[in-house]
């Protein structure tokens, strides 16, 4: 088992910047891929960051290309999402997630490929 902790949401003005933190505990951490999704309220999950095993490789979607980017830290069991020019749209809850099935040059970006998951936390863009 893995615990995940998400902290670093808040209130933000459109084109501000925040930093989202995910701590874990538990397994060896750096044997998990991890991703950033969000979920507004009566929408699907979607998929916004994932990052590898050793963080050498990253993916993100579309709509966040160029204004976010994921990282971690092994040695602090720790990963990221620096989001900046955040939107008003981009108001919902975000979640992080892990997976250990491998191989380590893995990213996926699919919400049923994760089998851990943080309780989110709230992101707020004013506009």
């Known amino acids: 088992q893995v615990q995940l902790v998400e902290s670093g949401g808040g209130l933000v003005q459109a084109g501000g910047s925040l930093r989202l933190s995910c701590a874990a505990s538990g397994r060896t951490f750096s044997r998990f891929a991890m991703g950033w999704f969000r979920q507004a309220p009566g929408k699907e999950r979607e998929f916004v960051a994932a990052?590898?095993?050793?963080?050498?490789?990253?993916l993100y979607a579309e709509s966040v290309k160029g204004r976010f980017t994921i990282s971690r830290d092994n040695a602090k069991n720790t990963v990221y999402l620096q989001m900046n020019s955040l939107k008003p749209e981009e108001t919902t809850v975000y979640y992080c997630?892990?997976?250990?099935?491998?191989?380590?040059?893995?990213?996926?970006?699919?919400?049923?490929?994760?089998?851990?998951w943080g309780q989110g936390t709230q992101v707020t863009v004013s506009s």
């Open positions: 997630a892990g997976e250990s099935k491998g191989p380590f040059y893995v990213v996926r970006v699919g919400v049923a490929d994760y089998d851990y």
């Open positions: 990052i590898n095993w050793s963080g050498s490789r990253t």
